[in-house]
């Protein structure tokens, strides 16, 4: 099988992260080729992922819009969008402290969610048995 690659991509180890429904999904991969138009990824679950996604590299605090190519059981290949546009670098909390409010408090927020949810699953009675 011929190589379709318009550029050779350098053999990496880098650790990324997956973004996708509007940053309300995500998930850990590792950055195994990479090359300024694509990379190959490795990750456990690979039918869940939309065709278009971010995906961000933090030894490189870039993030990446990429559009899936292939996909296998234990991995994925991706093009990005577009090269100027796609690496942005990502903000750092440390430089932001409005960011990081931000943060704190979205996750005051879903703790506290997540709390009453548990509360309500706590107090629901268990369904009845069929015999």
Same mark, same amino acid.
């Given at each position: 099988?011929?190589?379709?690659?318009?550029?050779a991509?350098?053999?990496?180890?880098?650790?990324?992260r997956?973004?996708?429904?509007?940053?309300?999904?995500?998930? $850990?991969c590792?950055?195994?080729?990479?090359?300024?138009?694509?990379?190959?990824?490795?990750?456990?679950?690979?039918?869940?992922?939309?065709?278009?996604? $971010?995906?961000?590299?933090?030894?490189?605090?870039?993030?990446?819009?990429?559009?899936?190519?292939?996909?296998?059981?234990?991995?994925?290949?991706?093009?990005?969008?577009?090269?100027?546009?796609a690496?942005?670098?990502?903000?750092s909390?440390?430089?932001?402290p409005?960011?990081?409010?931000?943060?704190?408090?979205?996750?005051?927020?879903?703790?506290?969610?997540?709390?009453?949810?548990?509360?309500?699953?706590?107090a629901?009675?268990?369904?009845?048995?069929?015999?």
């Open positions: 099988m011929s190589d379709k690659r318009k550029e991509r350098q053999r990496t180890f880098l650790k990324g997956i973004i996708f429904n509007n940053g309300a999904s995500s998930m $850990d590792l950055v195994r080729d990479l090359s300024s138009i694509g990379a190959r990824l490795a990750l456990t679950e690979t039918a869940t992922l939309p065709e278009m996604f $971010d995906l961000f590299i933090p030894q490189k605090e870039r993030t990446y819009k990429a559009n899936l190519r292939w996909r296998r059981a234990d991995g994925i290949g991706v093009a990005f969008v577009d090269e100027t546009t690496a942005t670098p990502v903000p909390p440390q430089a932001d409005a960011a990081m409010l931000t943060l704190i408090r979205r996750i005051a927020e879903l703790e506290a969610e997540n709390a009453a949810l548990r509360r309500l699953i706590a629901t009675p268990a369904p009845a048995s069929v015999a």
